[in-house]
């Protein structure tokens, strides 16, 4: 299993999954009842995560990810420099390689 996707937003994470399974890809939503220990352990551990179950497939679904890249419901995002994630504007910092969200 890899993962594929990660996000603040159970919907997004969803609406993702779907699409991979259009597509024919197996995956699965980890942290999906989680966000009840947030302020417990920190809260990047409890965000809703998009696995792909075979890793074969981990290449076509980010790249059918990408393509297919859904509009923000109403949020601004930014992009980390170190590592071309995709960030909700309110997080200053990548959650995936701890660089810091550039001053705008």
């Given at each position: 299993m890899k993962k594929v996707f990660v996000s603040q937003s159970l919907i997004d994470v969803e609406m993702r999954k779907e699409r991979l399974e259009e597509a024919g890809i197996r995956c699965a939503i980890k942290n999906q009842r989680s966000s009840g220990l947030a302020g417990e352990i920190p809260f990047t551990e409890v965000f809703p995560e998009l696995w792909v179950l075979q890793d074969q497939d981990y290449?076509?679904?980010?790249?059918?990810?990408?393509?297919?890249?859904?509009?923000?419901?109403?949020?601004?995002?930014w992009t980390c420099s170190g590592c071309g994630e995709r960030h909700e504007s309110q997080f200053g910092v990548c959650w995936k390689c701890g660089q810091e969200k550039p001053s705008s």
């Open positions: 290449d076509q679904a980010r790249q059918l990810l990408e393509e297919a890249e859904l509009p923000p419901m109403n949020q601004n995002f």
